[in-house]
């Protein structure tokens, strides 16, 4: 089945640690994204991709990298500089910019801070 | 201000019943609109999507959008205890727009009791 996947599905981490959230997907889209989604907030954009070795920085970017070295993957690193990194993180993919703007989610990462 | 305003619920209805959702938006430019629906701890689906004016129909789902109060709506009819998950309300300028020109509301939690 093609699809989206991200793990850990849980991650707790102690201040001043980097961590590393994966994402793989098996759709063969062009696009990747990160979201950070908050309690009553809407999805927040954090990084985006739309081609391999090639990633843009979102609204919310401070405190994160990424990298995009293969097709299918699209690692997150919260890094110890982002303030506030306890939140729900989504990985998702879509077709490209001729796309429909459908976007295609993974289940989410829940990240937090002790 | 926020640029997409969704009232963040829960909006609790017995089953059979319609439920009501909305968003409302500031950004006067947004002319594709979408809804997806997201289950507890899993990640966003795409449930319909419209461009500019009008009503759009999916079995029980009805997406409406009226530009000129910048308004849109969904409306689930013959609600099921299935239906129950939070649904958010997306939006952009372009048609077919990818995923970093997504504006997102906070989303609308629904509980459909049995």
């Known amino acids: 089945d093609g699809g989206i996947t991200q793990s850990p599905k849980y991650l707790f981490r102690k201040e001043g640690q980097n961590v590393t959230l994966s994402c793989e997907q098996n759709l063969n889209h062009d696009a990747m994204y990160w979201y950070r989604q908050d309690p009553g907030q809407g999805l927040r954009l954090i990084y985006y991709s739309q081609i391999v070795n090639d990633f843009q920085k979102g609204d919310i970017a401070e405190g994160y990298s990424v990298s995009r070295e293969k097709k299918e993957s699209f690692p997150l690193t919260v890094t110890s500089a982002q303030k506030n990194p306890t939140a729900f993180y989504l990985c998702a993919s879509s077709i490209g910019q001729g796309g429909a703007g459908e976007l295609f989610f993974g289940e989410g990462s829940r990240l937090t801070v002790l | 201000q926020k640029e997409v305003e969704q009232d963040p619920g829960p909006l609790s209805v017995p089953e059979g019943a319609i439920v009501s959702l909305n968003c409302t938006y500031s950004n006067s430019a947004f002319q594709y609109f979408m809804w997806y629906r997201q289950y507890s701890r899993k990640g966003p689906e795409l449930l319909m999507y419209t461009y500019s004016s009008g009503n759009k129909e999916d079995g029980r789902f009805t997406a409406q959008v009226d530009k000129s109060s910048k308004y849109i709506s969904l409306f689930i009819r013959d609600s099921q205890p299935s239906d129950s998950a939070t649904y958010l309300c997306?939006?952009?300028?372009?048609?077919?727009?990818?995923?970093?020109?997504?504006?997102f509301g906070g989303g609308t939690r629904v509980l459909v009791k049995p």
């Open positions: 997306a939006m952009s300028p372009r048609i077919k727009a990818a995923g970093n020109k997504l504006t």
